[in-house]
């Protein structure tokens, strides 16, 4: 069967200019329904994510028991199982969301009731034996089909462990903290690269405690967590594609309030900085955690200049990393990227789909299996985008029409709702034509 897929026309534009609030961040909204959905009591959450990936979470902790609803305001209103999740009739449809599947796989491992995990064409084809090992060290019993989705599991009491990550993923972390959370002893967790560090904000959020070093964390069994009252951060890697576009337009001028700016996912800023952008932050404040600021960026007067981005700044940039490839031909050095295999497995193979689009808009680029080489100093043409249903893909490319010669169409353009549905209309809203 195919999707119905849209097409959107994105013109060349003269000029970035305005001030944005941006739904909440996606990686917190995860969390937060999540871990409301275990806790005792009432959660509310203002500025929840308005992406289909986080309506996909709100959904399955409906199914085990949580109620959930939307006030008069908007925010999500949820009441927690009351660290008990009950026994879902149907698979749990994670739809296009990597974060449900992998963090919703640790929580259900230490629960009573046999679960499924299933998820649309892409997810199915993304690894899941990064969560199985670990867990399944726990005392888990889970399986996988073939190393992929569906994943069944049925809820066994687990102990816990101390575990090295061999991937740089904040996805894994979080499945093991939150089985950690339900098991028997102290789970710690050790990463080599600092991933983001939301699931252990959230998981103090909500009341538990949790210990961290530089490069591990570790949490006691047995705790319960109870709801809380928070308005969520404006989500910075949807921010930044717009950084991006202002970056691109000497004159440019962009404002954005209440923005997230966690120091684990904020690296943007300073590669941004490093291009030659003036990125300026005001009104800082913490909140449950998180910073949140507001930022103002200017394009350089001169042009971007160019930049390397490898080792642990790849896997903090992770989602980052399309949009910076896309304006790449626009640097007056270009931009290199390595050290970003995962690119490969995200919801697509995004090192070809990025290498493919930039070649299809005239550029010259060089595929390597961990990166990409886009040399600077090239004027692009408009051309059809392929988006490979991928909602990363569709917005950098879009960006990177806004200094292309002629109409970009972006194919599969409704692909953006999976994390920013407002994007299109946010982007009409600041380019100046
Ligand atoms: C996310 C972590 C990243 C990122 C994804 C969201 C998260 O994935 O690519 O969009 O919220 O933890 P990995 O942790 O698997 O790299």
Redesign the pocket.
């Known amino acids: 069967m195919t999707e119905a897929t849209t097409e959107r026309i994105i013109p060349p534009a003269r000029n970035i200019l305005g001030s944005l609030r941006l739904p909440g961040d ?2 917190i909204s ?1 969390r937060y329904a999540l871990l409301a959905g275990l806790a005792h009591g009432k959660t509310r959450l203002a500025n929840f994510s308005s992406g289909a990936d986080c309506a996909s979470s709100l959904a399955c902790v409906a199914a085990l028991g949580a109620k959930v609803t939307r006030d008069e305001d908007g925010a999500i209103e949820i009441v927690g199982a009351g660290g008990h999740f009950r026994h879902a009739e149907a698979p749990l449809d994670c739809g296009n969301s ?2 449900t599947m992998r963090m919703l796989a640790g929580l259900l491992t230490p629960q009573r009731s046999a679960y499924t995990l299933v998820g649309d064409a892409s997810l199915s084809r993304r690894p899941m034996e990064r969560v199985r090992k670990p867990l399944a060290e726990m005392g888990a019993d889970i399986h996988l089909t073939e190393g992929h989705a569906p994943v069944t599991i049925r809820g066994s009491q687990l102990r816990g462990i101390d575990y090295t990550t061999p991937v740089p ?4 972390k ?1 499945a093991v903290l939150f089985a950690g959370l339900q098991a028997s002893g102290t789970t710690t967790l050790r990463e080599a690269v600092r ?2 560090d ?1 699931s252990e904000l959230a998981l103090r959020a909500f009341g538990a405690k949790v210990d961290r070093t530089i490069d591990s964390v570790s949490i006691a069994g047995g705790q319960q967590l109870r709801g809380i009252e928070a308005a969520i951060p404006g989500d910075l890697s949807s921010a930044a594609f717009f950084l991006c576009a202002a970056a691109l337009f000497p004159g440019s001028n962009l404002v954005f309030d209440e923005l997230g700016l966690n120091p684990t996912r904020a690296t943007l800023l300073d590669v941004l900085t490093a291009l030659g952008a003036q990125i300026g932050v005001l009104n800082l404040e913490e909140k449950h955690g998180e910073l949140v600021g507001t930022v103002q960026v200017n394009a350089p007067p001169d042009g971007m200049k160019g930049t390397t981005i490898s080792g642990s700044l790849a896997a903090q940039l ?2 980052e990393l399309p949009v910076l490839a896309a304006i790449g031909p626009y640097t007056r050095n270009g931009i290199r990227i390595r050290d970003a295999k ?1 690119l490969r497995v ?1 919801e697509s193979d995004r090192i070809a789909l990025v290498a493919r689009n930039l070649r299809s808009m005239g550029a010259e680029v060089q595929e390597f299996d961990d990166g990409l080489d886009v040399p600077g100093g090239q004027q692009l043409h408009a051309a059809e985008i392929d988006s490979g249903g991928d909602h990363r893909i569709a917005m950098a490319f879009s960006v990177a029409a806004l200094r292309a010669s002629g109409q970009t169409v972006i194919r599969g353009a409704e692909s953006a709702a999976i994390s920013f549905p407002e994007f299109f209309e946010m982007l009409d809203q600041v380019a100046e034509r």
């Open positions: 996606k990686s995860h990597g974060s993923s904040a996805q894994v979080s991933t983001r939301h992770i989602d995962e995200k």
